[in-house]
């Protein structure tokens, strides 16, 4: 077997995923079906797809980007008409077609995979995928789906969560890998939004300046973040309709909440000055 000589490069942030149960939670929450088309990210050297392919799924793409590990994958998989392998940077070739993803994401590129998978929340992917199944530094993956008032809850959790229904499948030690990373990891499900359910461009780019400009000073009060945006007076009304009290810290505030003002704000800025009267 050609991965035999193959040692796990840290350039490619690579750690093999060898315990058996979080391959299988893995695979059980992807909720594969004979119509599904499954992009798999980093397949490495094909633990997690080779339990793919004993799914109905009726076809499972790898992209991979370690030439040495794409030819291993040949020699493994190459007589499996439903596996498909693109050798390359996930981050800039043509993706394969697909309706879920698999991914053991390298930590360094795991904001512009997000990113790419899921999109920005004035440019969500055109196509969402039905869902993501994706392996991730614990860090991250609660960021994602923290709850407001937490000490992960972030910008990042408010975009993630505009964007998809953000849930844990389960932890991952670093025992579960080899090499074991220094840090802990945690899988993830992530259910992107329906296109008619997705923010429409204008609204979601104040929510954007929005989260910029509070998230930048986490530990201000948003009355101080948002200071200039309109008199305090009507900032405040504008605020406590949307269920948020200047007062608070951005970290409180939960997504909703920040899309609620977002919309007040484009009203206010959007309605036309007074016509002037003329005597």
Same mark, same amino acid.
């Given at each position: 077997?050609?991965?035999?000589?193959? !040692?796990?490069?840290?350039?490619?942030?690579?750690?093999?995923?060898?315990?058996?149960?979080?391959?299988? !939670?893995?695979?059980?929450?992807?909720?594969?079906?004979?119509?599904?088309?499954?992009?798999?990210?980093?397949?490495?050297?094909?633990?997690?797809?080779?339990?793919?392919?004993?799914?109905?799924?009726?076809?499972?793409?790898?992209?991979?980007?370690?030439?040495? =590990?794409?030819?291993?994958?040949?020699?493994?998989?190459?007589?499996?008409?439903?596996?498909?392998?693109?050798?390359?940077?996930?981050?800039?070739?043509?993706?394969?077609?697909?309706?879920? @993803?698999?991914?053991?994401?390298?930590?360094?590129?795991? +904001?512009?995979?997000?990113?790419?998978?899921? +999109?920005?929340?004035?440019?969500?992917?055109?196509?969402?995928?039905?869902?993501?199944?994706?392996?991730?530094? !614990?860090?991250?993956?609660?960021?994602?789906?923290?709850?407001?008032?937490?000490?992960?809850?972030?910008?990042?959790?408010?975009?993630? *969560?505009?964007?998809?229904?953000?849930?844990?499948?389960?932890?991952?030690?670093? !025992?579960?890998?080899?090499?074991?990373?220094?840090?802990?990891?945690? @899988?993830?499900?992530?259910?992107?939004?329906?296109?008619?359910?997705?923010?429409?461009?204008?609204?979601?780019?104040?929510?954007?300046?929005?989260?910029?400009?509070?998230?930048?000073?986490?530990?201000?009060?948003?009355?101080?973040?948002?200071?200039? =945006?309109?008199?305090?007076?009507?900032?405040?009304?504008?605020?406590?309709?949307? +269920?948020?009290?200047?007062?608070?810290?951005? *970290?409180?505030?939960?997504?909703?909440?920040?899309?609620?003002?977002?919309?007040?704000?484009?009203? @206010?800025?959007?309605?036309?000055?007074?016509?002037?009267?003329?005597?």
């Amino acid at each position: 077997m050609t991965f035999t000589a193959h !040692r796990a490069r840290k350039r490619f942030g690579q750690h093999w995923l060898i315990d058996q149960t979080v391959l299988a !939670r893995i695979v059980a929450a992807a909720e594969l079906e004979a119509c599904d088309r499954v992009l798999e990210v980093g397949p490495g050297r094909g633990a997690l797809s080779e339990r793919l392919l004993a799914t109905p799924a009726a076809a499972v793409a790898a992209v991979e980007l370690d030439r040495d =590990l794409v030819l291993g994958l040949q020699e493994r998989f190459g007589d499996q008409p439903r596996f498909q392998l693109t050798s390359g940077d996930v981050l800039t070739v043509e993706l394969p077609a697909a309706n879920k @993803v698999v991914a053991n994401i390298p930590y360094n590129i795991t +904001g512009p995979l997000l990113e790419r998978l899921v +999109g920005r929340l004035d440019r969500p992917v055109a196509h969402p995928y039905d869902r993501l199944v994706l392996l991730v530094q !614990r860090e991250v993956g609660e960021r994602i789906r923290s709850e407001p008032g937490a000490s992960a809850f972030s910008a990042l959790s408010v975009r993630m *969560q505009l964007l998809a229904n953000c849930h844990s499948v389960c932890a991952v030690p670093p !025992r579960c890998f080899q090499p074991p990373p220094q840090v802990h990891s945690e @899988v993830i499900l992530l259910e992107p939004l329906p296109v008619e359910q997705q923010l429409a461009p204008q609204l979601a780019r104040t929510v954007e300046m929005l989260l910029k400009r509070c998230f930048a000073a986490r530990r201000k009060m948003v009355r101080n973040s948002l200071a200039g =945006l309109l008199p305090e007076a009507e900032l405040a009304g504008l605020a406590a309709a949307a +269920g948020i009290g200047l007062q608070q810290r951005p *970290q409180e505030i939960a997504p909703a909440a920040w899309v609620a003002l977002a919309g007040s704000l484009n009203q @206010v800025i959007a309605a036309p000055a007074a016509a002037p009267t003329h005597g």
